[in-house]
């Protein structure tokens, strides 16, 4: 079996082409160790997580192009994730279930729910 050896520099999502290679990467790379997500570009979002905010939901959200954020859980071997400015609504508690998991930075996502007991 070949082994692939996986950089331990950061890797940003954020435009549809960097998040469309991190799906390919999830298969390809999936020991990748840092990620950030950003905001996609206009027109487009995360998926929306359980218990959103339906307000935010109906009313800017309506006709973006969603994009599956649960990706992040195929990364096996995750210890940095960083959520910067990234239009997360609602809860996401997938994107804490890394075992590995040792540094999470969040800033300015107004709309990602937090249940401090999965962390």
Known sequence: AKE???PKTEFVVDSVTKYNALVV??????NLQQITLRRL????????GEDSYVERTISSTTDNI???VSII????????LKLSRA???????????SPLLQ?????ECPFL????EVL
Do not use: Q, W
């Open 4 to 6: 692939t050896i996986v």
């Open 25 to 30: 990467m999830s298969t390809a790379l999936p």
């Open 41 to 48: 570009g206009g027109g487009h979002k995360y998926s929306d």
């Open 66 to 68: 969603e994009h599956d």
């Open 73 to 80: 859980s195929k990364f096996s071997r995750l210890h940095s």
């Open 87 to 97: 239009p997360l609504n609602g809860r996401c508690d997938f994107l804490f279930h």
């Open 103 to 107: 540094k999470l930075e969040i800033s």
């Open 113 to 116: 729910k937090l249940d401090l």
